[in-house]
């Protein structure tokens, strides 16, 4: 069993950033492959971002490329998301997610494990 804690979530205005952080404990943390997922109200939850248990491969979803930044501690059981230059239809509540048995990690259908999510709102 894997628990992932988000943090780091906030309310912020266009243009700021914000670092998103999620904790994992419980088993193993590497070399699984982690990823933030991201929910607006309404609307389906879709992919953000992933990086693979070493940290050598690495996706963005077009709408985030050039702006946020995946990463991973795997010493501290850790993974992190750098937003730069949010927009409010950054809006959503972020995910973080993990595999087991898999190199990489690109669909919500892959995922094993959910955190409880942190909001994050982007006012314009």
């Known amino acids: 069993q894997v628990q992932l804690v988000e943090s780091g979530g906030g309310l912020v205005q266009t243009g700021d950033s914000l670092r998103l952080s999620c904790a994992a404990s419980g088993r193993t943390f590497g070399p699984y492959p982690m990823a933030w997922f991201r929910q607006a109200p309404g609307k389906e939850r879709e992919f953000v971002a992933s990086i693979s248990g070493s940290g050598d491969f690495i996706y963005y979803a077009d709408s985030v490329k050039g702006r946020f930044t995946i990463s991973r501690d795997n010493a501290k059981n850790t993974v992190y998301l750098q937003m730069n230059s949010l927009k409010p239809e950054d809006t959503g509540v972020y995910y973080c997610?993990?595999?087991?048995?898999?190199?990489?990690?690109?669909?919500?259908?892959?995922?094993?494990?959910w955190g409880q999510g942190t909001q994050v709102t982007v006012s314009s």
């Open positions: 997610a993990a595999a087991v048995g898999r190199y990489t990690l690109r669909s919500a259908f892959e995922v094993d494990y």
